[in-house]
Nanobody, 122 residues
């Protein structure tokens, strides 16, 4: 099996920064895309940023220029550097990864972490 564990959430003031990390562990042969999503109370879970195996990235318009996604393939880790945080960034942040558990890449499945709370408030 594969587990994803996020860390780095917390309570910060507007304008501050936070860095989220997510580590994948278990029976991993290859990781394709890794993503960060977020879900605010009463709202749907939305994509924040994605980074593909080759390093290409995409961001939601609301975080462009403020958030940076990165990954360390050797450590099966994806990070989200969040700068200039706003109250509207308050949400539970989830990472996910498309993981192949064996050399046959048809056996690639999406796994999710349990989420980490980010609260931006003065």
């Amino acid at each position: 099996q594969v587990q994803l564990v996020e860390s780095g959430g917390g309570l910060v003031q507007p304008g501050w920064s936070l860095r989220l990390s997510c580590v994948a562990s278990g029976s991993i042969f290859n990781i394709d895309s890794m993503c960060w999503y977020r879900q605010a109370p009463g709202k749907q879970r939305d994509l924040v940023a994605v980074i593909r195996s080759g390093g290409a990235t995409n961001y939601a318009d609301s975080v462009k220029g403020r958030f940076t996604i990165s990954r360390d393939n050797a450590k099966n880790t994806v990070n989200l550097q969040m700068n200039s945080l706003k109250p509207e960034d308050t949400a539970v942040y989830y990472c996910n990864a498309d993981v192949a558990t064996e050399p046959d890449l048809r056996f690639t499945f999406r796994y999710w972490g349990q989420g980490t709370q980010v609260t931006v408030s003065s």
